[in-house]
């Protein structure tokens, strides 16, 4: 029956994340049961396509996702696909009709991560967070409303906001990583041999800017999702915190953890100033 293989599939895309990022996926564990399945089924497709792009070198990398992409929108058309990940995938799209267009944003970030190695831009830069992490955020957005298009457009600012932050993070907390073995380079006309504090503190000043945005959207979330993602968010915030602390000659040498004790103090304030309704920006 189907069904037998539906339920394999959202196991696939639960142990996908649970293998890849334990952070995120206790973060997202603590969804309401409602969406948490919806929101693996994302990030599995999310994950596979960026395994594509970033770690299978000795592969055929471009053949590989213009398959994994022919596969995708068969799947989503016919409802759908003998992969386990795609699968889940696009049942949450056509449960929630997940526009195609968000989509298509984030596998063009993906293809460009075939290629490019530098953002000499701020528009190639802006192009590549949308499609690769704000996009991502939006189809979670629609996961959360339930289907409400007036509080999705509504909050859609604010979850463009906390994707750019993320990624923004991402990008510093492994700009050693991404430049010494992908050659790659994101952040527009930063000099990676002569990578200065004032460099650093010029793109954390930008990425407070997104969180100090991204948190008024936070609090009008629904309880589905609101705790979840707050977690998310001051664990990024703790991270942006360290980065921020650390000299920029060290960014580029080691990339930068938080401690999994660290963690426990971060869930643990989260939830007192949950529970007592006083989320605001940190």
Request: charged share 30%; proline share 2%; net charge positive.
């Amino acid at each position: 029956m189907k069904s037998i293989f539906d339920e394999v599939s959202y196991n696939c895309s639960r142990l996908v994340i649970k293998r890849y990022s334990t952070s995120f996926y206790f973060s997202s564990s603590l969804l309401s049961k409602s969406v948490k399945q919806d929101i693996f089924n994302i990030y599995g497709f999310v994950r596979l396509a960026d395994e594509i792009v970033d770690t299978f070198h000795e592969f055929p990398k471009k053949q590989l996702l213009d398959e994994f992409e022919k596969e995708l929108w068969r799947g989503i058309n016919n409802r759908i696909s003998l992969n386990p990940i795609l699968n889940s995938f696009q049942y949450t799209v056509n449960k929630y009709s997940i526009p195609v267009d968000l989509i298509s944003s984030f596998l063009d970030s993906m293809k460009m991560d075939l290629d490019k190695k530098e953002y000499d831009s701020v528009e190639e830069y802006k192009k590549y967070i949308y499609g690769s992490a704000d996009v991502v955020g939006l189809m979670c957005l629609r996961v959360f409303v339930d289907g409400s298009e007036n509080l999705y457009n509504e909050l859609s600012p604010y979850a463009i906001s906390l994707g750019s932050a993320f990624q923004k993070v991402n990008f510093l907390r492994d700009i050693k990583d991404d430049s010494s073995f992908l050659n790659r380079v994101y952040f527009p006309n930063v000099d990676m041999d002569n990578f200065s504090d004032q460099s650093k503190e010029e793109i954390i000043e930008e990425i407070e800017e997104d969180f100090s945005n991204a948190i008024k959207g936070i609090v009008k979330l629904p309880k589905n999702s609101k705790f979840a993602v707050y977690i998310a968010y001051r664990y990024y915030f703790k991270l942006l915190k360290k980065l921020k602390r650390i000299p920029s000659e060290n960014i580029v040498k080691k990339r930068v953890r938080i401690h999994n004790f660290q963690k426990f103090i971060v869930i643990a304030r989260s939830y007192v100033k949950y529970q007592l309704n006083l989320i605001q920006w940190i």
